[in-house]
Nanobody
């Protein structure tokens, strides 16, 4: 099982980036895929999750209306479209995955995926600065 995150970079406030999380070694079906971030000196936080089977999404409050998580099952890839980026979005972004039944049991249905994600990709750095 491998997750490969990419798409980070330097962007000005108000700009956009699209992160990609390419999965290999397993199919996305029956999994929850999540995006997390960790800013310097801060704890890791959950940003967004998607339940592949039914497309149910979750966003943390600070990104609602600005970020959109989506999937391309044919490419076995999950995306995070980030619009209207703010300096406080600066962080290393990670994607993670685990089986849906496990994540729902630990977090509740539609309540995010902060607990129990067992497979992690390497991070991709997003810097929002003028």
């Amino acid at each position: 099982v491998q997750l490969q995150a990419s798409g980070g970079g330097l962007v000005q406030p108000g700009g956009s980036l699209r992160l990609s999380c390419a999965a290999s070694g397993f199919r996305l079906g029956n999994h929850v895929i999540g995006w997390f971030r960790q800013a310097p000196g801060k704890e890791r936080e959950g940003v967004s999750c998607i339940t592949i089977n039914d497309g149910l999404t979750y966003y943390t409050d600070s990104v609602k209306g600005r970020f959109t998580i989506s999937t391309d099952n044919a490419k076995n890839t999950v995306y995070l479209q980030m619009n209207n980026l703010k300096p406080e979005d600066t962080a290393v972004y990670y994607c993670a995955a685990d089986l849906m039944f496990k994540i729902v049991a630990l977090n509740g249905y539609g309540q995010g995926c902060s607990n129990g994600m067992g497979y992690w990709g390497q991070g991709t750095l997003v810097t929002v600065s003028s």
